[in-house]
């Protein structure tokens, strides 16, 4: 591989976005993440570099994937690559940001006059259509079928995994002290060897577009930190991280940069489920499908 000491190299990038770079991946059908330090909030209106965000999202999401696959939930995550890159299949993204909230917060409470921190009678699914230049605005199924961002039966299959996704993740943070108030997920479309097409978990569960709250002080540990800066985020995501056992106690910075050699010798994490099943899928790459 084309790599050098810090992971970056000069292989093709296909998209920079606000938090990850896309690159090409090693394998056909595949890509790389690379999880940049940048963090935006309220549309890219507010900016920063915060060190150590990318590592320790790269390292999180990495390790939720893994878990979910584990649950029978099918995920876009292969392995992780080094501190900040992890490869993943290429999918293609459906247009949808499917937002899953267990507790009232951020635009819920301004949209409907909520009180933050309310308990939801029951979790509520949303949907955002994917689209900077709009603010990804909340839209309906029938937006969704009207404008064939999905159709029903991959809608449907999005919501289930969502709420799978959520007894899941719900349980495992409240093992660790951490509430789980809401969240945001994105899928995507793999086609199989026969053309038979597959919604899987894509892009990243991580901190930044997580909420999570310490269940005994109800300190906010996730990007709210950034937003209203309520505090310094890496401590946040540090927290986080160390109760999922992915970090040593001490964290990863040294003098407000990362520890590089600490980081590097974080033990690599691999989806042996994802690779069991998909190794065939992979090394054809993914049939597209016929319009
Ligand atoms: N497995 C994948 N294959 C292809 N694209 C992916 C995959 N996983 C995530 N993506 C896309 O890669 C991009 C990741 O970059 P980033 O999260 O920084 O984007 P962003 O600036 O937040 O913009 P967006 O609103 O598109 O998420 C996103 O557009 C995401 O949808
Ligand atoms: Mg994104």
Not at 170 to 195: A, C, N, P, Q, Y
Request: with cysteine.
């Amino acid at each position: 591989m084309r790599k050098t000491g810090n992971g970056m190299s000069r292989r093709k990038k296909i998209y920079e976005g606000k938090a990850k770079i896309i690159y090409e991946g090693t394998e056909p059908g595949t890509v790389i993440q690379y999880f940049k330090d940048d963090a935006t909030a309220f549309n890219a209106q507010k900016k920063a570099v915060i060190a150590g965000k990318g590592v320790l999202n790269n390292r999180i999401s990495a390790h939720l994937m893994t878990k979910l696959e584990a649950m029978g939930i099918p995920t876009h995550f292969i392995r992780s690559i080094n501190m900040r890159e992890q490869l993943v299949r290429k999918v293609e993204i459906v247009p949808l940001e499917v937002v899953v909230r267990n507790i009232a917060a951020g635009s819920l409470c301004k949209r409907l006059g909520l009180p933050e921190g309310a308990v939801l009678g029951r979790p509520l699914v949303e949907y955002y259509f994917k689209n900077d230049a709009l603010g990804d605005p909340m839209v309906s199924e029938e937006h969704i079928f009207t404008f064939g961002w999905a159709d029903p039966y991959e809608l449907d299959e999005m919501v289930s995994m969502a709420w799978r996704v959520n007894d899941y993740l719900t349980g495992m943070f409240s093992g660790i002290g951490l509430k789980l108030v809401d969240f945001k997920l994105e899928f995507g479309r793999l086609w199989g060897e026969h053309g038979e097409l597959y919604i899987v978990l894509a892009d990243e569960i991580s901190p930044d577009n997580c909420r999570l709250w310490d269940a005994t002080t109800g300190e906010k540990l996730d990007k709210d930190r950034f937003r209203f800066d309520l505090g310094d985020l890496v401590e946040g995501y540090q927290y986080i991280a160390q109760k999922l056992g992915l970090v040593p106690e001490g964290g990863i910075m040294k003098g407000g940069t990362v520890d590089e050699a600490l980081a590097q010798d974080l033990s690599q994490i691999e989806n042996e489920l994802a690779r069991e099943r998909r190794l065939r899928d992979l090394k054809k790459g993914g049939k597209p499908r016929k319009n």
